[in-house]
């Protein structure tokens, strides 16, 4: 579970960072 939680977390946080990488 705890690692399924963190596979989530950091596919959010490699959406974030390519939607902040757009100009």
């Known amino acids: ?3 399924y939680n963190r ?3 950091e596919a959010l946080a490699n ?3 390519f ?3 757009r100009p």
Do not use: A, K
Request: no cysteine.
């Open 1 to 3: 579970d705890i690692i």
């Open 7 to 9: 596979s989530i977390q």
């Open 15 to 17: 959406e974030e960072d």
């Open 19 to 21: 939607f902040r990488s």
